[in-house]
């Protein structure tokens, strides 16, 4: 970084934007995420009964609030691949992320409908501002879970959700990732044949060989 301008990269790329490129550990909207990894964190350490849960409460930059990030009750793939309280629904769930997030069971799925309806989003001004200006590590995502017997919570900064810059996926991560994202289009043989080609892109001498 420091050998380069911050102002030009690459025929006028700014640096601080190629800061930005990250891995989405889960099938949902990016700023968000370090609300859902809060709320993983949360079910993982109090091993959260779904069927205990009387209401989740997530606080995020505006952006994730929106249509169509904003959506409690997707019925649809494309409704429900773009919903953070969906996102919300499978990790409490804990359903392994990818495709299967949004198969027709588990959309048409009563109980996990009503578990989405229970998932309120929230705006949090200070992340709002944090996420226009870049701040990474200043826009916080916010978990709250409600029982009967308790109330827990757990706060992540986008800084350090895993798959940015500074929390980066591990390779193992990355490659459970690949292999599930292409699961439904390729063979598992030729999914790791691809994968260790694009590990070693760089010494192609004719892209074609991707191809």
């Given at each position: 970084k420091d050998d380069?301008?911050?102002?030009?990269?690459l025929g006028g790329l700014n640096f601080d934007d190629v800061l930005?490129?990250?891995?989405?550990?889960?099938?949902c909207v990016r700023p968000g995420q370090c609300a859902i990894q809060a709320l993983a964190e949360l079910i993982q350490e109090h091993q959260i009964d779904?069927?205990?849960?009387?209401?989740?409460?997530?606080?995020?930059?505006?952006?994730?609030t929106i249509p169509h990030q904003?959506?409690?009750?997707?019925?649809?793939?494309?409704?429900a691949v773009y919903?953070?309280?969906?996102?919300?629904?499978?990790?409490?769930?804990?359903?392994?992320?990818?495709p299967q997030w949004f198969t027709a069971h588990q959309i048409d799925h009563a109980g996990n409908?009503?578990?989405?309806?229970k998932i309120e989003l929230v705006e949090d001004p200070d992340s709002t501002q944090a996420y226009a200006a870049q701040r990474r590590h200043e826009i916080i995502g916010t978990a709250e879970v409600r029982t009967a017997s308790a109330t827990v919570s757990r706060k992540c900064s986008l800084g350090d959700t895993t798959g940015g810059p500074d929390a980066l996926m591990s390779a193992e991560l990355v490659e459970a990732k690949f292999l599930e994202a292409t699961r439904l289009n390729l063979p598992r043989d030729k999914a790791g044949r691809l994968l260790d080609m694009l590990r070693h892109v760089e010494?192609?001498?004719?892209?074609?060989?991707?191809?």
């Open positions: 380069y301008d911050h102002a030009t990269l930005q490129m990250e891995l989405k550990p889960w099938p779904p069927g205990a849960i009387q209401g989740v409460r997530l606080t995020v930059p505006r952006v994730a904003n959506e409690s009750s997707p019925t649809t793939f494309w409704k919903s953070l309280q969906w996102a919300a629904t499978m990790i409490i769930r804990q359903v392994p992320p990818g409908q009503a578990l989405a309806a010494e192609f001498g004719d892209v074609n060989q991707l191809f």
